[in-house]
């Protein structure tokens, strides 16, 4: 892992919360969605990090809070050792960290060519009009699209694996060092889906990028990720290294997460009983461990105390947010050797 | 400003590029083809054209003085020799009334809607735009407009001014205003919250590029039509206030004005009586024909 090269993360992010208020309700009770609760993580330069979850665990908005589309109600992000908001500015973050959406066809403006779509960050940042479309016809051409072709194409004129090019053109041209792959390839067909995929990888080498990866598909997950980060109704459950997280699971919210993912050998059923019902209201989350309404081994200490993210010794920095996984946690597997895997 | 460094993609350097993306179809290119295409968007184009010319140059197109009056030949019917379109009230020549009206006429329809535009389409877009606070103070401002009905309104203007061409078009901006901010503010804001917005917000850029780029060209063609509906209201409006005295004064020719002074031979000839009003109907009709075509050849996604 690239962990060791510099001194200080590219990206880190602490205790980052953001509550949503809820409109409507019973008056003079104000209601919120604890979207985003405390999530504190570090990004390394060169990796890639996987942020899994299940729908409305809070992954987009985590997304959106990285890149200042929200504003957090607490919580810092520094950029290179250089806190947001106070060292660096938004316009400053912006030209190094950018984010491409889910949904190819509205991040794209119906009424721009795709060439201008791209040259608008640069010409944003003060490049002269010729100079940035230049640079759009380039990076046309490094996302495999002819800018011949398609430098005055509309969105509407393109499929949706082209589309998903020109919007990852339109993250690079800023020339960020880190991008946020928001669902990028979950809307594109398997085969399209499988060429993105490595059109990132391809441009991750050529441009050094870091990549932030969201993604509902544990197996793309895998596949693209050096580091993994499974969040649960707006917090953090799990973090490590892609290899000890899918091969030796610790969290139980991340185990059934993985043993609901169907397997290619039919010998390998999947045995273990899925989660029942969809997460708890956000609104109104369960006290202690928020998994603790669905988890098979919840006890009286998970409703009391809510766990903290603790690292594994010896497991390459995976941490995770468990009583069973604390010795002397007050939960009746702490003691054994957490769950055996 | 920050200086990007170029891009060390691939072997096209950036001139190169440029030309390479220039080769294909441009976007106005497209628009002149589909335009050419559009037989009824070019008939009202040419009519208007043709119309607007006649009225520049009514001199040469007309006989007789539009001021020239004379009892004896007063409201001769359509076809009368020297006066082929008959004579007014009065004994003027209608055709050199209609031609010499037009001007006013249209000048009273175009300006205060041309302005309106600009006026309600900046503070518009803007509300929208920004939403919170900036647009809650500009929709309750319009709010406020929107209350009088908008002759009153354009009566209560003339009538601190005074009367005149250019107190009309004031009045008439004035009454414009707030339904165009109304329709613009409801349009951004239905762009604001796409993604290509947030997209565009992601890359550092301001409000005003924002809405140059992104917001504008969605947004500006049913601002557009809108629009050019409200021209002939602004001719029929400036007309009533023509009539209350208060906007263009006789012996002037202008439609509205003609369309009320006629009023009073309407059991004598009807057909006379009609020709300001069949005047109006075209320029109105040409202009919201023509607004219709032009959106849709310019609408990129059609």
Redesign the interface.
């Known amino acids: 892992m690239s962990a060791a090269t510099t001194s200080h993360p590219l990206l880190r992010v602490d205790r980052l919360t953001k509550h949503f208020p809820v409109r409507g309700g019973l008056p003079g009770r104000r209601q919120v969605v604890q979207a985003v609760d405390d999530v504190s993580f570090e990004v390394w330069a060169g990796e890639t990090l996987g942020i899994v979850g299940e729908s409305g665990c809070g992954k987009s908005t985590t997304a959106r809070l990285l890149m200042h589309l929200v504003r957090p109600d607490s919580g810092t992000i520094a950029f290179d050792g250089k806190t947001l908001g106070s060292a660096m500015s938004r316009r400053d973050l912006h030209r190094q960290m950018q984010m491409v959406f889910q949904d190819s066809y509205s991040s794209l403006n119906p009424r721009l060519p795709a060439a201008v779509s791209i040259a608008f960050g640069p010409l944003v940042h003060g490049v002269a009009k010729p100079a940035a479309l230049g640079r759009a016809a380039d990076l046309l051409q490094a996302v495999g699209l002819d800018p011949v072709v398609f430098a005055n194409r509309y969105p509407h004129e393109l499929s949706g694996g082209q589309r998903q090019r020109i919007n990852v053109a339109r993250a690079l041209a800023l020339e960020p060092r880190l991008v946020i792959l928001d669902e990028a390839v979950s809307a594109l067909d398997k085969s399209i889906e499988a060429q993105v995929l490595n059109l990132l990888l391809d441009l991750k080498d050529r441009f050094d990028l870091t990549y932030v990866f969201i993604s509902h598909d544990l197996n793309v997950v895998r596949f693209i990720s050096d580091r993994v980060m499974v969040m649960y109704l707006g917090k953090v459950v799990e973090l490590g290294p892609v290899n000890w997280i899918y091969r030796q699971p610790r969290h139980p919210y991340t185990r059934a997460l993985l043993s609901a993912m169907p397997s290619m050998n039919p010998r390998r059923r999947t045995m273990a009983a899925p989660l029942f019902g969809d997460p708890p209201n956000p609104i109104n989350p369960p006290s202690g461990c928020r998994f603790r309404t669905r988890c098979p081994y919840a006890e009286a200490i998970c409703a009391a105390l809510q766990p903290e993210l603790a690292e594994m010794p010896g497991e390459d920095g995976r941490a995770i947010a468990c009583h069973i996984h604390r010795p002397g946690s007050g939960h009746s597997r702490a003691t054994q050797a957490g769950l055996a895997a | ?7 060390p ?2 072997p ?4 190169e ?2 030309g ?8 106005w290119q497209r628009v002149r083809t589909r335009l050419r295409q559009d037989k009824v968007t070019l008939a009202m184009a040419a009519v208007l054209a043709l119309l607007l010319v006649m009225v520049i140059f009514a001199p040469y197109f007309t006989l007789h003085d539009p001021y020239d009056g004379s009892v004896l030949r007063r409201l001769k019917p359509v076809g009368t020799p020297g006066y082929w379109l008959g004579t007014d009230e009065v004994g003027r020549d209608l055709w050199s009334r209609m031609l010499y009206g037009g001007r006013l006429s249209l000048l009273a329809g175009v300006v205060p809607v041309a302005s309106a535009l600009l006026i309600g389409g900046f503070l518009g877009t803007l509300a929208g735009y920004s939403g919170g606070l900036v647009n809650s103070a500009v929709m309750r401002l319009a709010d406020v407009l929107y209350a009088f009905p908008s002759v009153l309104l354009a009566i209560a203007i003339t009538g601190i001014l005074g009367s005149g061409l250019r107190n009309t078009i004031i009045a008439l901006t004035a009454a414009f205003v707030p339904p165009i901010i109304r329709i613009s503010e409801s349009v951004t804001t239905q762009a604001r919250h ?3 917005v ?9 409000v005003l ?1 924002i809405i140059r ?2 917001i504008l ?2 947004v500006l063609g049913p601002i557009l039509v809108y629009a050019t509906s409200l021209i002939s209201i602004s001719i029929i409006l400036s007309a009533g206030l023509s009539f209350l005295g208060l906007g263009v004064t006789p012996p002037h020719p202008e439609w509205g004005l003609m369309l009320n002074s006629l009023r009073q031979a309407l059991w004598v000839d009807p057909v006379i009586c009609a020709m300001p009003g069949v005047m109006i109907f075209i320029t109105s009709m040409c202009f919201n024909l023509l607004s219709d075509g032009l959106r849709q050849a310019m ?3 059609l």
């Open positions: 400003m920050v200086e990007v460094p170029a891009v993609v691939s096209l350097d950036a001139a590029a440029v390479r993306a220039q080769q294909s179809k441009g976007y796409l993604d290509f947030e997209a565009a917000r992601a890359s550092g850029a301001g590029m780029y992104h060209n969605n609408d990129v996604r």
